[in-house]
Nanobody
Framework: QVQLVESGGGLVQAGGPLRLSCAASGRTFSGYDMGWFCQAPGKEREFVAVIRWSGRVAYYADSVKGRFTIPRDNAKNTVYLQMNSLKPEDTAVYYC?????????????????WGQGTQVTVSS
């Protein structure tokens, strides 16, 4: 089992930055691919970014490429989502799930463990 707790959400103006954190406990954090998904009201949960267990490979949704990064610190059992140049359409609840290595990173069903989410609201 892996327990995941997201934090760092809040209200931010369009164009501003925000950094989300996801702290993991339980089984070895460094053995998992770590992702970020978001879910806006009335919409399905969708892929934002993932970083592989090694920390050397990351993938991003087209909508966030060039604006978001997903660093991880295995020594601190934490993965981050650095969000820059935020847009009102980024408003959503953001979740930090963990998956076994090498899975279909864009598919939420590949992730076995999920946190409770943190709300991000971007005002125009």
């Amino acid at each position: 089992q892996v327990q995941l707790v997201e934090s760092g959400g809040g209200l931010v103006q369009a164009g501003g930055p925000l950094r989300l954190s996801c702290a993991a406990s339980g089984r070895t954090f460094s053995g998992y691919d770590m992702g970020w998904f978001c879910q806006a009201p009335g919409k399905e949960r969708e892929f934002v970014a993932v970083i592989r267990w090694s920390g050397r490979v990351a993938y991003y949704a087209d909508s966030v490429k060039g604006r978001f990064t997903i660093p991880r610190d295995n020594a601190k059992n934490t993965v981050y989502l650095q969000m820059n140049s935020l847009k009102p359409e980024d408003t959503a609840v953001y979740y930090c799930p963990a998956a076994d290595p090498g899975g279909s990173y864009y598919d939420l069903h590949a992730y076995h463990y999920w946190g409770q989410g943190t709300q991000v609201t971007v005002s125009s």
